[in-house]
């Protein structure tokens, strides 16, 4: 599909690319496309870009080999600015790191990734005797275990009566535990989304 770029906008002919992961949507990087670059991006499925400084067109990787295989590319609502989702080949940054605003491209889950770190904090404190994820880790696996199938029964109980809110506070119950079950065994949310991925 043609996307109607407005590539006249600005004097120079170019528009904002906004370089994003697709699986972790950590953005990687910005770079700037004219016309001729975003239909060689769209040819070779590899990322190309006006270089302004270079005053030529730019594949990210030519030199490197650290390309940037194009998923989907979409335009915002002013048609000057684009969102190219890709799957990097290497780092991103010619700094050598993941993005350039030096940051590791890790998938991220909002709220659920501070619960894991904070989960992450109380097992390293674990002698925190007000803390009752602490006493848990203190307790043990078998413990933490138990918790997550009493808490798993308590989620079907809740599941065939009609009462949304013990429902939901259930599955916030369960679904907390877990995570101390994963941290307990030495894994994360990562590690399942990885299963799931291959599976899929």
Not at 45 to 74: H, M, P, Y
Not at 115 to 139: G, M, P, Q, W
Request: glycine share 4%; net charge negative; hydrophobic share 35%.
């Amino acid at each position: 599909m043609q996307l109607n770029i407005d590539f006249n906008k600005n004097n120079d002919g170019l528009v904002p690319a906004v370089i994003q992961d697709e699986k972790t949507k950590s953005v990687l990087m910005l770079g700037y496309m004219n016309e001729e670059a975003y239909q060689k991006t769209i040819e070779t499925k590899k990322v190309t870009f006006f270089s302004r400084t270079k005053q030529r067109l730019w594949t990210k990787g030519e030199e490197s080999g650290n390309f940037l295989a194009l998923k989907e590319i979409k335009l915002d609502c002013d048609n000057d600015t684009l969102l190219v989702y890709v799957n990097p080949v290497g780092s991103t940054c010619h700094k050598g790191d993941d993005t350039c605003w030096a940051e590791e491209n890790e998938a991220k889950f909002g709220f659920l990734s501070e619960l894991e770190t904070i989960i992450k904090s109380r097992k390293e404190n674990a002698e925190d005797e007000k803390s009752y994820v602490a006493s848990l880790f203190r307790s043990g696996i078998n413990k933490i275990a138990q918790k997550v199938g009493e808490e798993a029964v308590e989620t079907v109980i809740e599941a065939k009566d009609d009462n949304a809110d013990l429902f939901l506070n259930e599955s916030a119950d369960l679904l907390f535990h877990y995570l101390i079950l994963l941290q307990a065994k030495g894994y994360t949310l990562k590690d399942i989304v990885k299963v799931l991925e291959e599976r899929h």
